[in-house]
């Protein structure tokens, strides 16, 4: 197999990519570095006024779409593909994580963690994934699950640690169906993460001091990482769930 060159490994220039809930935290630093090495990027967020400021940033397209809506779903990726020129990379990232013991929820608590964080992923592979095979030159999906996927944080996250662990399992069987269309299909597992959802990682010394690493992450770190499983860098890596926590579920 021919080598090629680091710099044309991590090149994305001529792909279309997709961030949901890119409008800030995670969801901005995975679509600024996909914009960086040279995508041409939509970000989605149910926050449209955000997703217009986030992409005007780095030089993207915002769509202003809600992950839990089926209809609003296609229109992204209809949009993406009438302004990109196509669909080569989703990440699905647009997720949320209220925190609330078990006892005192209800059902519509638990549908609206599972529509956003599970059903959302699906309703945007589907369509992306379609398109991707349409197009014929393959893809790649990146889901944002969490260490939550593998092992609970703290109490008051069943649902989302319910949404996250279904999330990792459509990942691992996802990754198997799209392999013949030479789309690939991973995971990014962080740990804590200072993002508006996080309060910037003001966060109490004891929780920081269950981090082996003793800090969150930047939101940079995720995005780092998301550029490499996105790029041809990680060509031969699908149905991989990549952990990215300073050593949290060591600890
Ligand atoms: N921050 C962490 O510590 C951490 C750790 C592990 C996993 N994660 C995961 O990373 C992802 C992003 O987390 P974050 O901390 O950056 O979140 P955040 O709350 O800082 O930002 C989330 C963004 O997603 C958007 N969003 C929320 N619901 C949406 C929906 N239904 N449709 C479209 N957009 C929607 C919001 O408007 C916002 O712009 C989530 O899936 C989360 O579960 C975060």
């Known amino acids: 197999m021919e080598q090629k060159p680091l710099a044309e490994l991590l090149d994305l220039s001529g792909k279309a990519a997709i961030v949901t809930g890119g409008a800030m935290g995670i969801g901005f630093a995975i679509a600024s570095r996909l914009a960086e090495a040279g995508a041409k990027v939509l970000v989605a967020d149910k926050d449209a006024a955000a997703a217009e400021a986030a992409a005007a940033k780095i030089g993207a397209v915002a769509f202003g779409a809600d992950v839990s809506d089926e209809a609003q779903v296609e229109a992204m990726v209809a949009k993406a593909a009438e302004e990109l020129g196509g669909v080569d990379v989703l990440v699905n990232n647009a997720g949320i994580y209220p925190v609330k013991p078990t006892l005192d929820s209800t059902k519509e ?19 992306a994934a379609k398109r991707m095979i349409a197009q014929g030159r393959g893809g790649t999906i990146i ?6 996927a593998l092992h609970p944080s703290f109490v008051g996250l069943a649902f989302y640690d319910a949404s996250k662990h279904g999330l990792w399992g459509f990942t691992k069987n996802l990754a198997l169906e799209l392999a013949p269309h030479n789309i690939r299909v991973n995971a990014i597992a962080p740990g804590g993460v200072a993002t508006p959802g996080t309060g910037m990682g003001k966060v109490s010394a004891d929780f920081l ?18 550029l490499f499983l996105a790029s041809d860098m990680a060509s ?7 952990v990215v926590d300073g050593g949290t579920l060591l600890a």
């Open 109 to 127: 608590d638990f549908e609206k963690i599972l529509h956003t964080n599970l059903m959302g992923a699906f309703f945007a592979a589907k369509a």
């Open 143 to 148: 889901n944002i699950t969490s260490i939550d």
């Open 209 to 226: 001091a269950k981090i082996p690493m003793h800090r969150m992450a930047d939101a940079d770190e995720i995005g780092k990482v998301a």
């Open 236 to 242: 031969y890596m699908t149905g991989s769930q990549v």
